[in-house]
């Protein structure tokens, strides 16, 4: 996608600007709060707390490391950084792909699935105390909405993505 000249510019008005600046605000301040929170009580960033759900959440704890990648919505080499970190912990193994030999899984073992286990129940606290304490039932289902249209589209079908490679 090219940008257009600078003539046919669709500048913000004013209050696309504040609505703008006031999720990038929010956004910012709510993965850094998520993250310390996961960093003071388990000893993880968000990212890795994430890949640990997605495991958790697979057939028999284990996904392909490219569907991992796309999930996770990470590049493979940042996802194979993030495996590396999760292996030293003993939190995550790879295993080779018994259906494609080029191919690795990656599994969550059972110490990763007992740290997830642990880290849940604050992290799902954090969570609720940050968004759905403050919202009215209809305020968080509008964000449900918004979210889901807003990632829709800026994941078309064929979109070169870079956790798609």
């Known amino acids: 996608m090219t940008n257009p000249p600078a003539a046919e510019t669709r500048w913000l008005n004013d209050e696309e600007q504040s609505i703008w600046r006031a999720y990038h605000h929010a956004w910012t301040l709510l993965e850094d709060h998520l993250d310390r929170q996961l960093q003071r009580d388990a000893g993880m960033p968000h990212i890795y707390y994430g890949l640990l759900v997605l495991l958790s959440d697979a057939p028999r704890r284990r996904m392909r490391m490219t569907d991992l990648a796309q999930n996770a919505k990470i590049t493979r080499s940042r996802l194979s950084h993030a495996v590396s970190r999760l292996e030293k912990k003993g939190w995550v193994r790879r295993e080779n792909s018994p ?44 964000l449900g ?20 490679r």
């Open 145 to 164: 909405e918004i979210c889901r249209v807003m990632a829709e589209g800026l994941q078309p079908e064929g979109a070169d993505l870079p956790w798609l």
């Open 99 to 142: 259906e494609d030999r080029r191919g690795q899984l990656a599994v969550l073992t059972d110490e990763g699935f007992e740290v997830l286990k642990e880290s849940a129940p604050g992290h799902v606290e954090t969570v609720r105390a940050a968004i759905f304490d403050r919202l009215t039932p209809e305020q968080a289902r509008s």
